[in-house]
């Protein structure tokens, strides 16, 4: 309905303001007093959806589902937990072993480098007392000086070969060894991830159920309250009714422009039929 109507008997008006007390509205000092004041006026508007769902539109009756529909929902924060792939953990762990990785790479270059160099001292050394010793014996450059040269080479190009060897062997060890810690840093926070997430979806779905039935018992406590006050101002209007009727001395109930006039006069014709 647009407005209340305030033609309505107090007995109605009271029974909008148990609606409204119900709500949890404010309806002043007097509260439900069955008098359309200021405050009953203000309540009404803020909770007018609710006030004619309960009331059935102001015909008297009880609409339960637009009562329902109506009821204020309970709810609850969700627990969330970040989701990411392998790929992204693995990433952060690649990058923590970069620092590592580097300084052991620059290391074994250094040591390559060393070994080179200390390779290339030795032939020379080694070249230099081969000739100091042919000289010594006053030989000229024979086929064995030349022969003993060669040797000095091709020893100290397969020690050259086996020096980068062992530095390749080196990088592929270090490149397993970044490979193999970087995967166990994502493995671990990956099923870390995992964890939290199960845990989470436990969380939610337990709380959930509670909340689902935390709802409906709530909505029936507020329906059942609502049919008690509505039952209580339809008890009150009939002794008020009954007992003015006694006083007029008149026998016969008469149409009242209330809801529950109507049924009263309609329940006095079904008996007298």
Same mark, same amino acid.
């Given at each position: 309905?647009?407005?209340? *109507?305030?033609? +309505?008997?107090?007995d ?14 404010d309806?002043?000092?007097?509260? #439900? ?5 200021a405050y ?6 803020a909770?007018?959806?609710? #006030?004619d769902?309960? $009331? ?16 204020p ?6 627990v969330?937990?970040p989701?990411?792939s ?6 952060i762990? *690649?990058?923590?072993? %970069?620092?590592?990785?580097? +300084?052991?790479? !620059? ?5 390559l480098?060393?070994? /080179?160099e200390?390779? +290339? ?9 081969? %000739?100091?010793?042919t000289?010594? &014996?006053?030989? !000229? &450059? ?17 020690q050259?070969?086996? $020096? ?13 060894q970044?490979?193999s ?9 990956? /099923? ?5 997430? $199960?845990q989470? *979806? ?6 959930a159920?509670?909340l ?17 006050q ?5 008890s009150?209007?009939?002794?008020s009714?009954?007992?003015s ?6 026998? !016969?109930?008469?149409s ?8 009263? #006069? ?6 007298t039929?």
């Amino acid at each position: 309905m647009a407005s209340y *109507d305030k033609s +309505k008997d107090s007995d109605y008006t009271r029974r909008v303001q148990q609606v409204l007390a119900g709500l949890g509205a404010d309806l002043g000092a007097g509260g #439900v007093d069955g008098k359309w004041g200021a405050y009953t006026q203000a309540a009404y508007e803020a909770n007018r959806s609710a #006030v004619d769902a309960a $009331l059935g539109g102001g015909s008297g009756g009880f609409n339960f589902q637009s009562l329902w529909d109506s009821l204020p929902q309970l709810n609850y924060s969700y627990v969330s937990t970040p989701s990411y792939s392998y790929e992204y953990y693995y990433s952060i762990g *690649d990058a923590l072993e %970069e620092a590592s990785y580097t +300084k052991q790479k !620059a290391q074994a270059e250094q040591d390559l480098a060393g070994a /080179q160099e200390a390779l +290339k001292q030795s032939v020379k050394q080694t070249k230099a007392n081969i %000739e100091k010793s042919t000289n010594a &014996r006053g030989f !000229a &450059r024979s086929s064995y000086t030349t022969d003993a040269l060669q040797n000095t080479d091709l020893t100290a190009m397969r020690q050259e070969q086996s $020096l980068l060897a062992s530095f390749d062997q080196t990088l592929l060890e270090l490149d397993a060894q970044r490979h193999s810690n970087a995967s166990a840093y994502a493995a671990n926070a990956f /099923q870390a991830q995992e964890d939290r997430r $199960l845990q989470a *979806d436990m969380f939610n779905a337990r709380m959930a159920n509670e909340l689902a039935l935390n709802q409906w018992q709530a909505q029936l406590d507020m329906i059942n309250w609502q049919m008690q006050q509505w039952g209580s101002g339809t008890s009150s209007a009939s002794r008020s009714s009954g007992s003015s009727r006694s006083s007029s001395g008149s026998t !016969a109930p008469k149409s009242s422009a209330s809801g529950s006039g109507k049924v009263r #006069v309609s329940a006095q014709r079904m008996r007298t039929r």
